[in-house]
């Protein structure tokens, strides 16, 4: 989607590997969110943020960590990948303040964890 | 539990009939967006209705809130072989900040 980027597309990777996943956006928009989608259970939120260095924990947060020292970049870490964070993730961004408006997503990443 | 939820979980229709899906929650919320989602594809925003109003219309879309029943529908009149995709309602409870919580998603398909 135009505005938001993610990368990379996709990623396999071995358990206990260290992965890092990237989202940028040129909206300068301040909400940044991570979700994974899996099947059965919709989208859920791993991790958000609402502004440089300040982020926080969704409902899914164990064994992820996040970083966003630039208001662009929103970075998901996996620390010690396992097979359950075998899932697609997708970024997402929203304007602050504009609680009225909509997320936009990117493309989603599509992580298998053998 | 998911904040949202969605039924049915899968329709299938003829192409020009509508299209209508349900969502419940279970808590009071500050909006209720409705997103699409092709397959293989991020979600696209279609549609966001306040607490405070009852129906919007879109195009061809017309979003309904009943907050005392914690209920919404989504139509999707005169439905197209391109209206195929999966349909996510989501709540947003925050007042200050946002954090939407998704349903399971409807998967929508038109036979043409």
């Known amino acids: 989607d135009a505005g938001i980027t993610q990368s990379p597309r996709h990623k396999v990777t071995e358990t206990g590997t260290p992965v890092t996943l990237r989202c940028h956006q040129t909206?300068?928009?301040?909400?940044m969110y991570w979700y994974r989608q899996d099947p059965g259970h919709g989208l859920r939120l791993i991790h958000y943020?609402?502004?440089?260095?300040?982020?926080d924990k969704g409902e899914v947060s164990d064994g992820y960590s996040v970083s966003r020292s630039k208001t662009e970049d929103f970075l998901l870490t996996l620390e010690s990948a396992t097979s359950s964070q075998t899932s697609v993730y997708f970024c997402a961004i929203t304007e602050w303040g504009a609680l009225n408006y909509g997320y936009t997503f990117g493309s989603g990443t599509r992580l298998t964890v053998v | 539990s998911q904040q949202g939820e969605e039924d049915p979980q899968a329709l299938s229709i003829q192409e020009g009939e509508n299209a209508t899906m349900n969502c419940s929650y279970k808590?009071?919320?500050?909006?209720l967006q409705w997103y699409r989602q092709n397959s293989g594809r991020g979600l696209v925003h279609l549609i966001l209705i306040r607490s405070n109003e009852r129906e919007k219309h879109s195009g061809r879309l017309r979003v309904t809130l009943d907050t005392s029943k914690k209920s919404s529908s989504l139509l999707i009149t005169a439905s197209r072989a391109a209206d195929t995709a999966s349909y996510f309602c989501a709540t947003d409870r925050r007042t200050s900040g946002s954090r939407l919580t998704f349903g399971e998603g409807t998967q929508l398909t038109v036979n043409p």
């Open positions: 808590t009071s919320i500050n909006n």
């Open positions: 943020s609402y502004g440089v260095k300040d982020t």
């Open positions: 909206e300068n928009h301040r909400y």
